[in-house]
């Protein structure tokens, strides 16, 4: 079988069963390139998921383009990301085909508003861990002893800036970012 078509496939596959999202990924990711295929070293897979997370997009869609690239080029890259996306691109059309013609339908929109609630959950549950993530440094217990003052105050103040002045979201975040780099500089030893 050709390098190509490997690459597609088996970014098919971590497309079509990553469900949970991009850190559900890592692990089939992983699986593929380092274990199955040997198209990177352990040591370089970590690298890439380092890079994949860092760089803006899904995580799983910049490791599959990152992992065809070595492999085969702008050709292998282009196949993985497609091999990836493909079932998230399949799934939803279908369901934005179904949407289309039956939203007016009573039984649609019941589900539809009992689901509101449960991704607004999700999404608070998300949240509230990395918050203690930021303040506490863990989320499976909370420690005083691990309190993060600055941590904590950024929070604070990038909370207010959004709520408060309506500051675009991508401004906070880059001077949350300078402030710490800054703090860091100043108080490191």
Not at 37 to 56: K, R, V
Not at 98 to 121: F, G, T
């Amino acid at each position: 079988m050709s390098p190509l078509l490997q690459l597609f496939l088996s970014f098919l596959q971590v497309g079509l069963f990553s469900i949970g999202g991009g850190y559900a990924a890592i692990p089939l990711i992983q699986s593929q390139s380092v274990e199955i295929h040997h198209w990177l070293t352990a040591e370089q897979f970590l690298d890439l998921a380092t890079i994949a997370e860092m760089t803006p997009g899904p995580i799983a869609v910049n490791a599959a383009t990152f992992v065809g690239l070595k492999v085969s080029g702008l050709p292998g890259a282009l196949l993985a990301t497609f091999g990836c996306i493909l079932p998230s691109l399949v799934i939803v059309s279908l369901l934005s085909y179904i949407y289309a013609h039956y939203r007016e339908l009573p039984m649609l929109q019941s589900v539809l508003s009992s689901l509101r609630p449960a991704v607004v959950a999700l999404i608070t549950s998300a949240g509230l861990s990395m918050l203690f993530q930021v303040i506490f440094g863990t989320t499976s217990f909370l420690l005083i002893s691990q309190f993060n003052l600055q941590g904590f105050l950024l929070f604070g103040c990038a909370f207010f800036a959004l709520r408060r002045f309506r500051l675009n979201p991508i401004l906070v975040m880059v001077l949350c970012g300078a402030v710490s780099l800054l703090l860091g500089l100043i108080y490191s030893p």
